[in-house]
T-cell receptor
Framework: DAMVIQNPRYQVTQFGKPVTLSCSQT?????MYWYQQKSSQAPKLLFH???????NEADTPDNFQSRRPNTSFCFLDIRSPGLGDAAMYLC?????????????FGPGTRLTVL | SQKIEQNSEALNIQEGKTATLTCNYT??????LQWYRQDPGRGPVFLLL?????KEKRKERLKVTFDTTLKQSLFHITASQPADSATYLC??????????FGTGTRLQVFP
């Protein structure tokens, strides 16, 4: 089945230690997103790609970076995680031009910062 | 800035009843509005989309209405079941490829 895959599902890191979260998709969608979601809060868009075009949200901290080496893969790099970065990180995809704007989400990576 | 409000922190209803969830928004005129279901520890799953020129959309036991004058969408689950227990998020398109999500309403259906 076509899907969005995130690895790992759970990630524990230490304060200030860089961490990379991974996302892959088999949907061949041209748009990929990274969201941060904290408990009982709305998913908050960090950035998204349309193909290789990178779009950063104005309020996304510089501590967060992303790479999309090809259509299928996208990475979220947190350069120096702080305690406030503990959250669920959601990867999603969509197909621009499909008409619906429906986003397909992965299962998320739960990040713990010690 | 765009603001989305979803009714109450939690909605508890009895199995078999109709659940009605509310999504209100301000400062934006979306071309469409979407509803997602999110289970604990999982990513959201798309349920329904309704466009600005549509008043109502149905899918099985789900019904969504969209009132662009009131800036409100209602999401109904008829004949609710315990398996419907989850958090339901509404989302508006705010730009090409971009959605803004509400905080969600947690629905609990009791047998």
């Amino acid at each position: 089945d076509a899907m969005v895959i995130q690895n790992p599902r759970y990630q524990v890191t230490q304060f200030g230690k860089p961490v990379t979260l991974s996302c892959s998709q088999t949907l061949n969608h041209n748009v990929m997103y990274w969201y941060q979601q904290k408990s009982s809060q709305a998913p908050k868009l960090l950035f998204h790609y349309y193909d290789k075009d990178f779009n950063n949200e104005a309020d996304t901290p510089d501590n967060f970076q992303s790479r999309r080496p090809n259509t299928s893969f996208c990475f979220l790099d947190i350069r120096s995680p702080g305690l406030g970065d503990a959250a669920m990180y959601l990867c999603a995809t969509s197909a621009r031009g499909a008409g619906s704007g429906e986003q397909f989400f992965g299962p998320g990576t739960r990040l713990t910062v010690l | 800035s765009q603001k989305i409000e979803q009714n109450s922190e939690a909605l508890n209803i009895q199995e078999g009843k109709t659940a009605t969830l509310t999504c209100n928004y301000t400062n934006y005129s979306p071309a469409y509005l979407q509803w997602y279901r999110q289970d604990p520890g999982r990513g959201p799953v798309f349920l329904l989309l309704i466009r600005e020129n549509e008043k109502e959309k149905r899918k099985e036991r789900l019904k969504v209405t969209f009132d662009t004058t009131l800036k409100q969408s209602l999401f109904h689950i008829t004949a609710s079941q315990p398996a419907d227990s989850a958090t339901y998020l509404c989302a508006l398109d705010i730009d090409t490829d971009k959605l803004i999500f509400g905080t969600g309403t947690r629905l609990q259906v009791f047998p």
